[in-house]
T-cell receptor, first 113, second 114 residues
Framework: DAKTTQPTSMDCAEGRAANLPCNHS???????VYWYRQIHSQGPQYIIH???NNETNEMASLIITEDRKSSTLILPHATLRDTAVYYC??????????????FGGGTRLMVKP | DAGVIQSPRHEVTEMGQEVTLRCKPI?????LFWYRQTMMRGLELLIY????????DSGMPEDRFSAKMPNASFSTLKIQPSEPRDSAVYFC????????????FGSGTQLSVL
C-alpha cells in the first residue's frame, strides 16, 4: 500500500471549513483513498473514501487531484465536536483480501470557538 | 445494531497476570480485527480473522499474545503473562467482506499493567 504524508496538526475556527491535505504521491491505479478520524477516547470512525472521483457524504467531501497524488478532506462547517485526529489511508480493495487498514500518524485537528 | 462491543472498558493488572480482552463484532460482519494503540507506535494491527479463522497474525508482538474467535459473535485477545510494556488501548473492529467495506471500531479497552 502507498505511503501517505499529512501535516501533524491544524487549527480551524468553528463554523468555517476545515481542509485537511494528504499527500500520496506513490499511489497506484487500483488503490483507494480512505479517511478515518479518531475523537479522544474513542475508536477510529470511518468518514469517506474514493478512487479518483470527488466524493461527498453527510460527514465530509473528498477531493482527489487528477493525478491522484494528493487529496483533501473537507469538513464544510467545522464544529467543536470535529476536534479529532484525522487519518488518510491508501490501500487496495480486493474482494478476497483482508480489509485491514494501516494507520499512520494522522493530522490532529483542533476546532476553536 | 449496538456496534462493536468491547469489554472491559478499563483493565488494571499487575505484571505477570493473565489478561483477557473481549469483543463482540457487529452481527453479519465477516472480518474481525484486533488493533493496539500507544503514543509511541500509533495504531497497529495485531491480528485479523475472516469467518472465525485467523488469517494474519504477523502483528502479534510475542508468544505471550494469543487471539481466538470461537464463533461469529465473540473473540478474545489474551496476554499471558502481561508486562508493563503491554499497557495500551486495544481496539477491536469488524467489517463485512466486499470491495468498499469500512471498519467499525469498538470503544477500546484501556489496559494498564503495573
Amino acid at each position: 500500500d502507498a505511503k501517505t504524508t499529512q501535516p501533524t496538526s491544524m487549527d480551524c475556527a468553528e463554523g468555517r471549513a476545515a481542509n485537511l491535505p494528504c499527500n500520496h504521491s506513490t499511489i497506484s491505479g487500483n488503490e483507494y483513498v480512505y479517511w478515518y478520524r479518531q475523537i479522544h477516547s474513542q475508536g477510529p470512525q470511518y468518514i469517506i473514501h474514493g478512487l479518483k472521483n470527488n466524493e461527498t457524504n453527510e460527514m465530509a467531501s473528498l477531493i482527489i487531484t487528477e493525478d491522484r497524488k494528493s487529496s483533501t478532506l473537507i469538513l464544510p462547517h467545522a464544529t467543536l465536536r470535529d476536534t479529532a485526529v484525522y487519518y488518510c489511508i491508501v490501500r487496495v480493495d480486493f474482494d478476497n483480501a483482508g480489509n485491514m487498514l494501516t494507520f499512520g500518524g494522522g493530522t490532529r485537528l483542533m476546532v476553536k470557538p | 445494531d449496538a456496534g462493536v462491543i468491547q469489554s472491559p472498558r478499563h483493565e488494571v493488572t499487575e505484571m505477570g497476570q493473565e489478561v483477557t480482552l473481549r469483543c463482540k463484532p457487529i452481527s453479519g460482519h465477516d472480518y474481525l480485527f484486533w488493533y493496539r494503540q500507544t503514543m509511541m507506535r500509533g495504531l497497529e494491527l495485531l491480528i485479523y480473522f475472516n469467518n472465525n479463522v485467523p488469517i494474519d497474525d504477523s502483528g502479534m508482538p510475542e508468544d505471550r499474545f494469543s487471539a481466538k474467535m470461537p464463533n461469529a459473535s465473540f473473540s478474545t485477545l489474551k496476554i499471558q503473562p502481561s508486562e508493563p510494556r503491554d499497557s495500551a488501548v486495544y481496539f477491536c473492529a469488524s467489517s463485512r467482506q466486499g470491495a468498499f467495506e469500512k471498519l467499525f471500531f469498538g470503544s477500546g479497552t484501556q489496559l494498564s499493567v503495573l
